[in-house]
């Protein structure tokens, strides 16, 4: 078998378009690491190899090939309180498992850009914990010391990710669980803004704070696998759309504990190694800025002390008072809590939570975003179950205000203990700064650390997240007459814009032939539900001047909207009125409309010859 040296993304994508490696021989070799791995409480279910090698090997049928797939015959999984179609969901509780007939939107929409699910990975049931010890099928390890917890709840995809058996997992976060096991094992948790990644199809913990969240090697990967899966796709009642949300990459202001504020359960190197990243981050351009954490602090209190624990028992209410005998009894406890609210509870701490938006606002004022220890130390397996509730809440310290505060943040690596055991920081900034923050978090983490996961790979410099486009400048996405070799190519040109690259949409577009157009254009619609390989489009870069001037000279039926592209970011480009291709020819089969106009002038040259 051939051996992998990397399940980095895009070394992996690399390994294929140079035929040094197939998506076969990749499924073949992560199916013979997942039998070799010695803990056998990462997964739940597993698709059989045959099912998985099966995939691989349609991949090679789907027309849209490698270039038009973005995660291409990656190996990824899922964990168990997210529906994938062919094995059950069991939230880690086998009285509760069900068995889904269709994937939830984000797993659907990885298969969709050719990523191959191999199975599903415990965790805390009912995704209620931060430990990863709260799970029938056993509690998981991390990757570099057996006798210790691996965090959770998303244990299973986490100590996959970082064994090296996947490329990536997803993971789900109410109070931090796409975090805190991505710092107990030295890897990248990616926990996006709330509702950027549809939660239909997952089993809820809290549903007005629950977010999926990416596992990854590096941060890169994370980012790219977040920004393929978010979909504001009707289904989620709490879906958004990411407006992108700008930061300063230099010179920026990032917040930092001071005083009673640091906490760190006595672990002093957890102390050091979070000195040590405020050190770096500070070295790679950027002000520390000591906050007050109270506000924040009192926030994060209220997701166990408060009524967001009756929304934990409205989740799975009636099998709870069917089943109650099938919940883990710490599990239980915990959501049992919830019958001693009121409603009127409720309201007094949504007004409580109001109020401490408007003092945590004040330290917002200050900062751009913050970098605050992922957990404050960790515990072995044998303390973690001797004192489950105290001990659970210290790993929370630094993670349960972010969705109640509507954060989103990126965890990444700090290095490790004296005794070798990982411990991480986390990026948190404001709602849809999402992508400028990617960007922050991989500078941190390859000034921080030099490999990831427990294999000892070296951070895939192919994976270096992109600066965004300035604020000061707009990405455009043309799709006609303005690409390069096309007539109005030169519009672009003389306003000095930037080639940026070439891509397609996102697969509900669809292109017409325009009539009556001189010089001749098509025209890009968008028809959602319809699932096609998506449309060829260049991205241009204008300054916000040269974009006004360009837009001026559009004329109708076209018009400038924002478009989503295969990678799931959005850009403004060329839009056509509906009923300007009414009766016009669909020409999406061609794929682009430069392979349309190739086409019109071959067989415009067979007829003359004929």
């Known amino acids: 078998m051939m051996p992998i040296s990397s399940l980095q993304i895009e070394d992996l994508l690399a390994a294929y378009r140079e035929a040094r490696a197939t998506p076969e021989q990749v499924i073949h070799a992560v199916y013979d690491r997942i039998d070799a791995w010695p803990d056998k409480a990462v997964w739940i279910s597993l698709f059989p190899r045959e099912e998985a090698l099966a995939r691989a090997r349609a991949l090679a049928e789907r027309p849209e090939g490698i270039d038009g797939l973005p995660l291409y015959g990656i190996p990824f999984a899922v964990k168990d ?27 659907q929409r990885l298969l969709d850009a050719g990523a191959i699910a191999i199975g599903k990975t415990n965790l805390d049931q009912f995704a209620t914990g931060l430990n ?15 006798e210790y917890i691996s965090g959770g709840s998303s244990s299973g995809s986490a100590v996959a990710v970082a064994a090296g058996l996947v490329s990536f997992a997803l993971g789900t976060d109410t109070a931090g669980s796409g975090r805190v096991p991505a710092a107990l094992n030295n890897i990248v948790g990616v926990k996006p803004t709330k509702g950027l990644l549809s939660t239909a199809g997952v089993v809820p913990a809290c549903r007005s704070l629950d977010c999926v969240t990416v596992f990854a090697l590096n941060v890169g990967d994370g980012n ?24 300063p990459l230099r010179g920026f202001r990032f917040g930092v504990l001071a005083g009673e504020d640091r906490k760190f359960c006595g672990d002093r190197d957890a102390a050091g190694l979070y000195d040590r990243a405020c050190e770096r981050l500070a070295s790679l351009g950027g002000q520390a800025v000591e906050i007050d954490y109270q506000p924040f602090a009192a926030a994060a209190a209220l997701l166990y002390d408060g009524p967001w624990v009756a929304e934990r028992l409205a989740a799975i209410q009636t099998f709870f008072n069917t089943s109650p005998g099938a919940i883990n009894p710490v599990v239980r406890q915990i959501i049992q809590g919830g019958r001693r609210f009121t409603s009127v ?23 751009d975003f913050m970098l605050l220890p992922t957990c404050p130390t960790t515990y072995t397996v044998a ?36 005794d070798g055991l990982p411990l991480g920081v986390t990026l948190i900034g404001p709602a849809f700064t999402d992508d400028a923050l990617a960007v922050l ?27 965004p486009a300035p604020a000061a400048y707009v990405d455009l996405a043309v799709v006609g007459a303005h690409l390069r070799g096309m007539p109005l190519h030169h519009q672009l040109t003389e306003l000095d814009a930037l080639f940026v690259r070439a891509c397609r949409t996102a697969a509900p577009y ?51 909207g924002t478009v989503e592209l295969e990678d799931g970011s959005s850009v403004k480009s060329f839009l056509c ?34």
């Open 81 to 107: 309180n997210i529906d994938c179609a062919g094995l059950p969901t069991t939230a880690a509780c086998p009285d509760y498992a069900y068995q889904p007939w269709e994937n939830a939107t984000a797993v």
């Open 132 to 146: 990863g010890t709260r799970s029938p099928y056993g509690a998981p390890r991390c990757v570099f010391d057996g």
């Open 224 to 247: 790219r696998v977040r920004r393929i899966s978010q979909a504001n796709d009707g289904d989620d009642p709490y879906g958004r759309t990411l407006t992108p949300r700008p930061l």
């Open 345 to 367: 509870d409720a309201f007094e701490g949504q007004y409580r939570l109001k109020a401490l938006e408007r003092v945590a606002a004040r330290e917002w004022e200050k900062i």
């Open 383 to 418: 303390e973690m179950e001797a004192n489950p509730i105290e001990y659970n809440a210290n790993l929370g310290l630094y993670t349960n205000f972010v969705n109640l505060l509507d954060c989103c943040g990126v965890a990444v690596p700090a290095g490790r203990r004296r």
């Open 441 to 467: 978090a991989d500078r941190l983490h390859r000034a921080l650390v030099e490999t990831a996961g427990a294999t000892g790979q070296g951070l895939s410099a192919r994976s270096l997240v992109p600066e």
């Open 510 to 560: 669809r292109l017409y032939a325009l009539p009556n157009t001189e010089p001749a254009k098509p025209g890009l619609i968008r028809e959602p539900g319809y699932a096609g390989k998506g449309v060829e489009v260049e991205v241009w870069r204008l300054t916000e001047a040269a974009f006004g001037r360009f837009v001026g000279r559009i004329p109708g039926p076209l018009g400038i």
């Open 577 to 610: 009125e509906e009923w300007a291709v009414r009766g016009a020819e669909d020409i999406t089969g061609f794929g682009g409309w430069k392979a349309y106009c190739t086409a019109l002038t071959i067989k415009a040259g067979a007829a003359s010859a004929g």
